[in-house]
């Protein structure tokens, strides 16, 4: 099982542009990268997931390197609402997602 | 609205009551889930179950007793708790196992006295 590592916290104003960083150093080749969101008594809910270079929605963009070792959520002009919990997740083909500790990020006006 | 649906939203209990957590899923998923989440904690995988069979169990005591009478349906009974047990109860559906996409309900708060 790939392990991640994500900044405990980061703190932000609104319009300012977050990026996200997550190392999963031992990301296997069928692993697939999955973000999630968090509001207090919530269910997370999905973002984004990727398997390498690119991947863009209308809430956020993801970016895999060459190497997978790592990869970096971007949110883009947030707003006070985008504060939440952030997961980094790697997806091991077969097997349920495990959730870390996650980064808190907080958006201030 | 997630299409996964959990009642009750909030259930306080006694150590000697029994009680069932239900999950309801309207998105034709194959796999379904519980997980807790206690305070200041990251969310802990409870169960697992694929097309209604129980796939995953991790090390859950036995005090917890999951059901899935079918694909859409999920159940979590719970028998003599501890205080400690208290936490949010989340259940979340998926197309199938290996889909790193889950839609989470709302979450069921129990608390234990």
């Known amino acids: 099982l790939a392990k991640t590592t994500q900044p405990i916290s980061m703190d932000s104003y609104e319009g300012q542009e977050v990026n996200i960083t997550c190392s999963h150093n031992?990301?296997?080749?069928?692993?697939?990268i999955t973000w999630y969101q968090q509001f207090p008594s919530q269910g997370p809910r999905f973002i984004i997931q990727?398997?390498?270079t690119k991947v863009t929605n209308e809430v956020a963009s993801l970016f895999i390197p060459a190497d997978r070792k790592s990869s970096t959520l971007s949110l883009p002009r947030v707003s006070l609402s985008d504060t939440a919990v952030y997961y980094c997740?790697?997806?091991?083909?077969?097997?349920?997602?495990?959730f870390g500790k996650g980064t808190t990020l907080s958006v201030s006006s | 609205e997630t299409g996964v649906t959990q009642t009750p939203r909030h259930l306080v209990m006694g150590m000697t009551n029994k009680k069932s957590l239900k999950c309801e899923q309207h998105?034709?998923?194959?796999?379904m889930y519980w997980y807790k989440q206690s305070a200041k904690k990251p969310l802990e995988l409870m169960f697992v179950?694929?097309?209604?069979?129980?796939?995953e169990n991790n090390s859950v005591p036995s005090r917890f007793s999951p059901e899935c009478p079918n694909s859409s349906h999920l159940f979590l009974h719970l028998h003599t708790l501890q205080p400690e047990d208290s936490a949010l109860y989340l259940c979340?559906?998926?197309?199938?196992?290996?889909?790193?996409?889950?839609?989470f309900g709302e979450g069921s708060r129990l608390t234990v006295l």
């Open positions: 031992n990301i296997a080749t069928n692993d697939y």
């Open positions: 179950y694929s097309l209604e069979e129980r796939v």
């Open positions: 997740l790697v997806n091991q083909a077969g097997t349920a997602l495990i």
């Open positions: 979340a559906s998926s197309h199938h196992k290996a889909s790193g996409e889950l839609f």
């Open positions: 990727g398997y390498k």
């Open positions: 998105l034709g998923h194959n796999a």
